[in-house]
């Protein structure tokens, strides 16, 4: 093989590691999260109605390295409560992932359970 060759299997090696290169960081695991005002007194978080599993995502877009805003978790939280049709969320985790090369983003991510604690005293 020419030194040539080499070198152009080298060079497109490094850009398609680059193209699908990202990087995802696991920022912390919470027992409640909400964006709204949740009374829970003498209230059974078990009993209410839930949905498990729920994912909200806030993503922000990346040109030539030049951010376009920062993901924030209060909106994605507010986009898993949005979806699960509840006030608050248990046993949440939170991940910031994040991808480049010329164009990109970044994004903070929420999974849990969506409880639905309105009109409960």
Do not use: Y
């Amino acid at each position: 093989m020419s030194m040539m060759k080499c070198l152009n299997v080298f060079l497109c090696a490094c850009l398609m590691a680059l193209t699908l290169s990202g990087c995802s960081l696991r920022l912390g695991d919470l027992s409640t999260i909400s964006t709204q005002s949740v009374t829970l007194n003498q209230v059974d978080l078990d009993a209410l109605p839930q949905v498990k599993g729920v994912t909200g995502k806030d993503t922000k877009f990346v040109f030539l390295f030049i951010p376009f805003g920062v993901p924030h978790l209060e909106d994605a939280v507010d986009d898993a409560l949005a979806k699960g049709g509840g006030d608050l969320m248990t046993d949440a985790v939170i991940h910031s992932r994040g991808w480049w090369f010329l164009v990109g983003q970044n994004s903070l991510e929420i999974k849990g359970n969506v409880v639905n604690t309105k009109g409960v005293n």
